[in-house]
């Protein structure tokens, strides 16, 4: 046997090694094609994760500028600290280079806002940069992001190499700054990374515009306070200056008139008081114009103090009986024993009813005179008792044109009265004002001939019922009502009361319940109170801005639900929607606008709007009431004729049909309705006390829903069964309508 | 009869009253500011002082303070002529340590019932 001789095993094992070496040659080709995949598919989910951190990072850095630009911090402070969390991020952070620039009110140029790690020479040559000089003063000539690759840009005073995004920061258009951060030399251009700065961008100059008007603001604010001060003490030095030769004048001529009738020269008197009593009379259009400048410049105060009504009337009557006396009049003076005391401004209180009663002595002869006083409870929208003045006369009395102009200044009825009967013109203006201040208010009713009755309402401790206006603008205001009273209920929190009156008459009139705040803390206190169906949110305000409030609001429970509007001058739509507002609407607003946005929220929460046809209004009112408590919105028409009038123009989602009306009763109301396109969509519950016939019954029959009888039982019962079948005749709009439904 | 001081800086109103207050039997002793005010008060150690508030060198109000916080003319009553009663000048003047208040321009019977209230309290020590 030689030894390169195989024998046939052998060589069958090495068949079988060949074999196997080529099996183990293609599985490990195969574990390393699977290792390979393995790690291509570890780094695409690395490459996974590392997305999802970047955008976790990007969010989180977006969310801590949010709410970092919220804070009550100085501008240096603020930039800087938002510079710092736009340079945490990952791809900024090995440098963490770079710089906030603010635009020059001029427009020719930025300054240096804030900065991180520029070297000093640098931070000395771009203190001020011109309009398109360098690549800060090029994105700000462009207003577009700008990038420079590193290798494109040689270091400059004193920077390694380096590459640089320079981001405008815009609002509405305009230039307020720019916004620097140097990447390295290497770094590419990237969609995700400006996407992040033109957010950041975007909040710094909501910010910084937000800081500039509030600014301005304060600065318009020292101004006219400063113009006001100014023309106060104008006014009390002026009335000084003037009151001092009338002293003279009055006090010489009542000498004279001591003198001429010791001398026996009577008939130099009645000149001698002419003189007086012209004195007296510019005397008092002095007093009466610096107490009514006082007054609208708010800077008449109120001295409270405790006293005696009882004694106030009497007091008051005992300085006005010669008066009464003069023109024959009789004075009839009554105190309620319950009156009782009150807190308030007595001088000021002396002052009104002594003005009302000159008034009414003047105008009034051989007549009587009454001055009453009682105590009241609190009507709706009062807090604690008030007391009831009132001072009635037999006089001339006034027709409804001269009672329109009563309380404005120097209007009396008409230009012939002031030479007839005297007087400033300005004692019912101050007296009215007067009542305003101490929180209450002056009423009155006349008539040609019959006579004139005035009545001041005032609180009975005017300290409490002023403290809810705490602010001294509110006092010239009538205290809203702070309750709801039908229809959507809207909160509109507004500081500016123009803007308040406005959106409450206007909204009033298309149907919505408003309660107006003026200031933050109220708008808050009252959200809570009301829960309100939905809020407007002025932005700019004193003390707490509208972005605190939105933020208190969203961050409490139990308001947390309710949609918030937030109306501006400023254009920050990201900054209201990233807070959690529905709606941003810009001042000044455009009443479409805001009625599309409010009917959406409307259509969204309440179950809808009701039409109830009926004559009789109590039944109207009833039915109304109960409906609304559903939160129902409830329209109402006295007849068939009068529905279809209003379905001209408006949707009902129910009809609530009386049958027996004048005018247009309720079947021929059905008939005509069911002739119109589109009725079959509104359900119609017939309401009646009419017993049936077969024939009623045939004609209304397929067209309306149910028939509810009324009269048959009591009242709670009947507006139960009322509700009820409205409930579950109508297919409620929203969820929770739907929800209580299940629940009922 | 009893002394006033009126502290007055107008001349024509200084006359005017002082010859008013003079008819009705007062003996009346004039300063034209508060300085002479204080000085005449502590002199003449009048029954009741007639202070105007605004004057020159010393205004009434701290006129009033002065006088108030000296034991030599603490008990002497004072009455304040203020520009008018609405603006919150009776408060202030009641604060300054004045007795009583009168507005401008005076009328006379009812000044000349606050003096003769104040005159008559028995607490003023300083009457001759």
Redesign the interface.
Known sequence: MTSNQVSPPVEGLLAERDQLTEEIWVSRRAAAIAAELVVEQFEKMGEVQRRLEEKAAVESALNALLQLSLEDVPQDDLLHRALDLVLSMTWLASRAQGAVFLAEEDGGGLVLGAQRSMPEAMQASCSRVRLGECLCGGAAAMRELVFVEGAGMPGRAGTAPHGAYCVPLLSSGTLRGILTVYVDAAHRRDSAEEGFLRAAADILAGVIERRRIVEQLRQATRAADAANRAKSTFL?NM??EL??????I???S??LQ?DAEDAGQAELVPDLQKIQSA??HL?ELI?AV??LS?VEAGRM?L?LEEFEVAGVIEDVAAVVRPLVARNANTLDTRCDAQAGRMIGDL??LR?ALLNLLSNACKFTERGTIALLASRAAAREGESGDRLVFAVRDTGIGMTPEQLARIFQPFTQADAGTSRQFGGTGLGLTITERFCRLMGGEISVESAPGVGTTFTMRLPADVSAARQPAARPAALGQAPPPASFEGGMRLLVIDDEANARDLMQRYLAKEGFSVVTAASGQEGLQLARALHPDAITLDVLMPGMDGWAVLRTLKADARVADIPVIMLSMVDSQNLGYALGAVEYLTKPVDRERLLAVLDKYRRADAPGTALVVEDDRAVRRLVRRRLEKERWTVAEAENGRVALDWLDRHRADVILLDLMMPEMDGFEFVERWRAREGWRSTPILVVTAKELTDEDRLRLDGYVQKIVRKGGHGHEEFMNEVRDLVRCCVRPRGAQAQAEERKG | MAKILLVEDNEMNRDMLSRRLARKGYDVVLAVDGREGIDKAVQENPDLIVLDMSLPVIDGWEAARLLKASAETRAIPIIALTAHAMSGDREAALAAGCDDYDTKPIELPRLLDKMAFLLSRPATPGGV
């Open positions: 009390a009335s000084h009151r001092t030769p009338l002293n003279a009055i006090g010489y009542e000498m001591e004195g007296r005397l007093n610096l107490d006082k105060d001295y001088t000021k002052q």
